[in-house]
């Protein structure tokens, strides 16, 4: 362990008041996913990844990221500026004109850390596995992470990547999905219920482990071992339960707070509930 | 009418299978991947001496867009290949996001454009993605006019850095360029210098142009002929110094006439020379089964069509 669980922790609740902060500043963006993923994404840029943060398109010799439920982007966006891939003052700018930190992640401004735009859902486990085939053909046997969202398990183009990896081996993919069952218009279970996951992933022929994804030792420990299943013939699929809005609790286990900025007050109240450990940007 | 002539008839997409192949063998970064219509594209020599650096991805191709972007990241050159149709309007949205704003370095290769592709109908035949491509911030849109310049165009692509939209077709049609030209995307060619019309024509079309060439010539109108298989960037400097002197301008493509290269050369003069044009194109029209001449000819894409379209702008030029 790089960190212990506590200063772990500590690093997620300064990434949960940046995005609360964030998302207050511009009053736009999705505070409610953001928040559930902090953990995560805590845990796998400071303890499970293998990357540089003086970035590079190519990533040679290191383990690449890549978010396809890109509207999340608070929550990486204060992951990578505390990693250190830019200084966290540009948080401030989220959202505004002339910001490398776009409502959705993308490479058109360069901010170090992003490969590919995302945003329009669906499109990142394809991405994923592009990535992943290309360091195959390089001789380079990094792991490649993705990060889904449930809801986006809708878009078809998820199970033509299910389907592919599987068949084609893309043995070095750890592709979590963010199992919050909640979408904009009401929980999955009443939108498209997405029913059994495990079952139809391990269908599609992945290795499917699943985690807590709010509990720093269970998310870090679920992680070490995802690495420890890949280069044996199947991709990986971490199903990680999550709640949307974790951390805040007005915005607890709600879809409301999908796509919706708290105002001053609510902003006050959950900044109460997030102690500052690594100072606000 | 400066001759040209031809020994055999080849298919475009041949010219990318063989231009693929070399590609492959100069630089061992391009990659090839295709859905499902392998032999459709030609693509069994590089596959042959490069198994490796193939993937077959299946009936998937919002799967295959997704995989070929990823695959820049490691520093490839993806070519992806399919139909037209499912090389565009199926996967826009891949293409717009994962590629064309994420700028990535992927060549989508599209062959049976247009209708052309003939029996399959109008469920395959597109008529619209050279307009669905082109209006793509930063996508480079090409349209060889046959085998030799295809293999040239998919060849040059190779060593152009960012996305490319490369579209090509089926029938098999007269080989009239130079097997050794150097492609420069974004050149037009000068098929034949005259001075009463300037006919500027892209992909299947050329060969017309150049029939209706001798027509006129026959007629007594001497006809500039310019080829742009570089619908964007447009070469606006060969087609101004062109309208310059012939003071019209007929231009010819197998797309709807509602956002091909007709239009792009109209948003130019208008805004640069404003001059009679007339477009042979499709009319706002989905295709049918047919053989490609029997389409052609229906659809008013014929050498004859351009003659009339020729005599019509001279008319307006006149008034």
């Known amino acids: 362990m790089k960190h212990t669980i506590k200063e772990l922790e500590d690093i997620a609740s300064q990434i949960r008041r940046d995005i609360v902060r964030m998302v207050h500043g511009c009053q736009s963006g999705h505070p409610g996913a953001s928040l559930g993923c902090a953990d995560f994404f805590t845990a796998l840029y400071f303890e499970v990844l293998n990357h540089k943060t003086d970035f590079t398109m190519e990533g040679k010799g290191e383990d690449l990221f890549f978010l396809s439920n890109g509207h999340i982007s608070p929550v990486w966006y204060s992951t990578l500026a505390h990693a250190g891939y830019f200084d966290k003052s540009e948080l401030a700018t989220f959202r505004k004109l002339d910001s490398r930190l776009q409502g959705h992640p993308t490479t058109h401004e360069h901010l170090p850390g992003i490969r590919i735009a995302s945003g329009s859902l669906g499109q990142g486990l394809s991405v994923a596995i592009g990535a992943a085939l290309a360091k195959k053909l390089n001789g380079d046997h990094s792991h490649i992470f993705a990060l889904l969202g449930d809801g986006e398990l809708q878009e078809g183009q998820n199970w033509e990547a299910a389907m592919f990896a599987p068949f084609n081996k893309v043995d070095h993919l750890i592709a979590s999905v963010d199992y919050n069952g909640q979408q904009i218009d009401g929980p999955t279970s009443k939108v498209l219920a997405l029913d059994d996951l495990q079952a139809k992933f391990e269908a599609f022929g992945w290795h499917v482990i699943n985690t807590d994804g709010n509990d720093m030792q269970a998310i870090v420990e679920g992680l070490h071992y995802a690495k420890t299943l890949t280069g044996k013939g199947k991709p990986i699929l971490n199903l990680m339960s999550t709640q949307m809005g974790a951390g805040v609790d007005y915005m607890v286990g709600s879809h409301k707070w999908h796509g919706t900025a708290p105002n001053d007050e609510q902003l006050a109240s959950a900044l109460a509930q997030l102690p500052e450990t690594l100072g606000d940007y | ?319």
């Open chain 2, 1 to 319: 009418m400066k001759k040209y002539t031809y020994t055999e008839k080849k298919d475009t997409r041949s010219g990318f299978g063989a231009g693929l192949h070399e590609a492959g063998k100069k630089n061992e970064n391009v990659v090839a991947l295709c859905a499902d219509l392998v032999g459709s594209l030609k693509m069994d020599a590089f596959i042959k001496d490069f198994p490796e650096r193939f993937t077959q991805v299946g009936i998937a191709e919002a799967n295959m867009i997704g995989i070929a972007a990823g695959m820049t990241i490691g520093g490839k050159i993806p070519f992806t290949g399919t139909f037209a149709n499912f090389s565009t309007g199926r996967v826009y949205d891949q293409i717009r996001q994962s590629v064309a704003y994420s700028n990535k370095n992927v060549k989508i290769c599209a062959s049976h454009a247009g209708l052309t592709l003939g029996e399959d109908g109008a469920t395959h035949q597109i008529l619209e993605d050279i307009g669905l491509m082109k209006m793509l911030p930063g996508m480079v849109v090409i349209n060889p006019c046959d085998y030799n310049q295809t293999k040239a165009a998919t060849m040059a692509i190779a060593e152009y850095e960012g996305p490319v939209y490369l579209r090509f077709g089926r029938p098999v049609i007269p080989v009239f360029t130079d097997p050794d030209q150097k492609f420069e995307i974004g050149k037009a060619w000068m098929v034949n210098e005259g001075t009463d019309v300037t006919i500027i024509a892209t992909g299947h079309m050329v060969w017309k142009a150049i029939e209706a060439g001798e027509k006129l010539a026959e007629l007594g109108i001497d006809a500039e002929i310019i080829n742009i298989h570089t619908i964007k960037p447009l070469d606006d400097e060969a087609i101004l110094k062109s309208v310059k002197k012939t003071g019209c301008v007929v231009t010819c493509e197998e797309h709807n006439k509602f956002g091909g290269l007709g239009e792009s050369v109209a948003r130019l003069l208008t805004t640069e020379l404003p001059t009679p044009q007339e477009f042979v194109a499709t009319n706002d029209t989905f295709g049918e089964s047919g053989t490609p001449d029997q389409l052609m000819s229906k659809y008013g894409l014929d050498a004859v069509n351009i003659v009339e379209a020729v005599q019509k702008v001279i008319g307006r030029k006149k008034a």
